[in-house]
């Protein structure tokens, strides 16, 4: 089956610092994978994407490198912000005729000044 | 940009009730979709709609569950008696096809008495 597994929090890290917070995933096809993002008060935002292997999607300053070998989609950011305290959320599409996003479980960050 | 809109933000009813939630998707998507997020749990797809029928539904979407895009901007849906464990944030989606990311609304908060 298709299944997204990422790192349990909470995260946190003083601003500057390097993050990287991890996600693998199951699928049997060939999956589109992405980064939402949470903001308090907020709904879901699309954060970067990748739809083949060894894309790398990058927003932000955020990045995250569609590893099929290794079957992880891991998201990576150099120096943090405040700003970026949310919840993050890995995904997958199973394939490009499929209707469902199947997320992980989310990583609550937070990021102290 | 255009955004998915949902209203209201947060709905409280009473057990045994008919919830209506009510969405706006973005004007030039042709698909539709709802997710839940029970409290601290996962984001689950409900079901995905297109050319006025549903394309996929998940198991958790039983016949207490419908929905409708009763004009050409609204996209809804109702819960005929709804339990206490209805009770969680609802995600409406959109995207204009399939192989492009799904856009999220803020969200209705459902609380069930």
């Known amino acids: 089956g298709n299944s997204v597994t990422q790192m349990e929090g909470p995260v946190t890290l003083s601003e500057e610092a390097f993050l990287t917070i991890n996600c693998t995933y199951t699928?049997?096809?060939?999956?589109?994978l992405f980064w939402y993002v949470q903001y308090p008060g907020e709904g879901l935002q699309l954060l970067l994407k990748?739809?083949?292997?060894?894309d790398k999607g990058s927003n932000k300053g955020f990045e995250a490198t569609y590893r099929k070998e290794t079957t992880s989609f891991h998201l990576e950011k150099g120096s943090v912000q405040v700003s970026d305290s949310a919840v993050y959320f890995c995904a997958l599409s199973p394939d490009s005729s499929a209707s469902k996003i199947i997320f992980g479980s989310g990583t609550r960050l937070s990021i102290r000044p | 940009e255009p955004e998915v809109t949902q209203t209201p933000s947060h709905q409280v009813t009473q057990m045994g009730q008919e919830v209506i939630l009510r969405c706006v998707p973005i004007s030039n998507h042709l698909y539709f979709y709802w997710y839940r997020q029970i409290l601290g749990q996962k984001v689950e797809f409900l079901v995905s709609f297109y050319n006025n029928e549903i394309s996929e539904k998940s198991e958790i979407f039983d016949d207490q569950f419908s929905v409708e895009r009763p004009d050409g901007s609204n996209f809804t849906l109702k819960i005929r008696s709804t339990k206490l464990e209805d009770s969680a944030m609802y995600f409406c989606?959109?995207?204009?096809?399939?192989?492009?990311?799904?856009?999220f609304g803020d969200g209705t908060r459902l609380s069930i008495l």
């Open positions: 699928a049997t096809g060939y999956p589109s």
């Open positions: 989606a959109s995207t204009v096809t399939l192989n492009q990311p799904q856009h």
């Open positions: 990748a739809t083949k292997a060894d």
